[in-house]
């Protein structure tokens, strides 16, 4: 079966500190990655993506995530965290085979950056 | 306005009864979807619909069904809500293509009691 996983419930991290929150998938073939952020009471934002081309993206907020392709992992970074960081964020992967690409979600990773 | 606007934003409801969640968009997007987030279940798909003719199951279709009224009109309902329904609800749009990801709404939360 399809999956993405999210091996860590929570992530705590002092501000300034780099971050990594890791996500790993199993889909077969090339399949689109992407993460989200969701803030309290709101709905999911999006972070970056990973379509084709170079392994690291940039995306919103100063946020990068590196994508590779035999550990199939897409883990999301950040070289200095700040307090306003803290959220739930989400990987997400779109399967490119079967007809209709849906997203699969991974089950969430809160982020708790310190002062 | 929102790009993705879902109705009502906050819902209490008793178990047994009908409630419909409602969702339209302004982003043009033929494809929409239902989703649910759980605490620690992530956001799991309940329908999809890819234009108006096409409705699809998700992984938890059970207990709803949905309604596409027009391109940018998708609604869910809960035909007799129990509270295991109780949830966040999603409604999110996509282009054809699929690379550009989802656009959420901000949710409507569902209590069953």
């Known amino acids: 079966a399809q999956s993405v996983a999210q091996p860590e419930d929570q992530v705590n991290v002092a501000e300034g500190n780099p971050l990594t929150v890791k996500c790993t998938y199993s889909v077969s073939g090339n399949p689109y990655l992407f993460w989200y952020v969701q803030y309290p009471n709101r709905g999911l934002q999006f972070l970056l993506k990973y379509i084709t081309g170079d392994n690291l993206v940039k995306g919103s907020y100063g946020f990068e995530a590196e994508f590779n392709k035999s550990q199939t992992s897409f883990h999301l970074k950040k070289p200095s965290a700040l307090v306003s960081d803290s959220a739930l964020y989400f990987c997400?992967?779109?399967?490119?085979?079967?007809?209709?690409?849906?997203?699969?979600f991974g089950a969430g990773t809160r982020l708790a950056v310190h002062p | 306005d929102a790009d993705v606007t879902q109705t009502p934003r906050n819902r209490i409801t008793k178990t047994g009864k009908r409630i419909m969640l409602e969702c339209s968009q302004t982003?043009?997007?033929?494809?929409m979807y239902w989703y649910r987030q759980d605490p620690g279940l992530g956001l799991r798909l309940i329908y999809y619909s890819f234009d108006v003719k096409d409705i699809n199951k998700g992984e938890i279709s059970d207990g709803y069904s949905v309604s596409r009224q027009a391109q940018a009109k998708f609604s869910l309902s809960l035909e007799s809500a129990i509270p295991n329904q109780t949830a966040l609800y999603f409604c999110a749009t996509s282009g054809t293509s699929g690379t550009g990801g989802n656009t959420f709404g901000s949710g409507t939360r569902l209590t069953v009691v």
């Open positions: 997400a992967v779109r399967p490119l085979a079967g007809g209709y690409n849906k997203l699969i």
């Open positions: 982003k043009g997007h033929d494809r």
